[in-house]
């Protein structure tokens, strides 16, 4: 049902590869002399974080979060769980949130909030893809990879139904 658009390249993988490199060097020059924390929002973010982290030439530390919504009655408030926490002190610290979509903005605007509480100095968010037709909470992304318009997308981290996470490259469904 779905196979037909799977194939369909929207985003090349070496066009990821060469945004990564760009926002790499972007991340290297602003954050001289700052001690870094990279934190891959879990499962989503993981290839775009490989290529990502291996473009940044600082001092830095990696470490990973797993987040889900509570369900859509409860979405819009801004309520996230969390099912694996940093393992990181990030206290002083500057944080590069690396997530694969910002949507709705939810997720990552409950997530800045809470390393903000946590006593992070600096929350940044690098993003993968944007899909601004979503949007519902007005968040500063600070990197953006690609903008993309209101389709279901898929490949190189982000799923359907955890399927497709592993093509290399985007595409979308077709509803
Ligand atoms: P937000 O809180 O609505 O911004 O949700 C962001 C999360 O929803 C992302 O981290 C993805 O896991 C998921 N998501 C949103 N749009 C898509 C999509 O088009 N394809 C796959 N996952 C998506
Ligand atoms: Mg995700």
Redesign the pocket.
Known sequence: MHEDTIGTVMITEDQIRSKAAEIGKQITEAFQGEEVVMVG?LR?AVLWMADLMKAVDLDMSIDFMAVS?YGAST?SSGVVRINKDLETDIEDKVLIIV??????????NYLKGYFESRGARKVVICTLLD?PA?R?VDIDVDYIGFT?DD????GYG???DQKYRNLPYIT?LED
């Open positions: 929002i989503g919504s979405r997530e694969d979509i910002v949507d709705s903005g939810v997720t990552l899909k979503g519902r993309v389709r279901f997308i898929v982000l799923d359907y979308y």
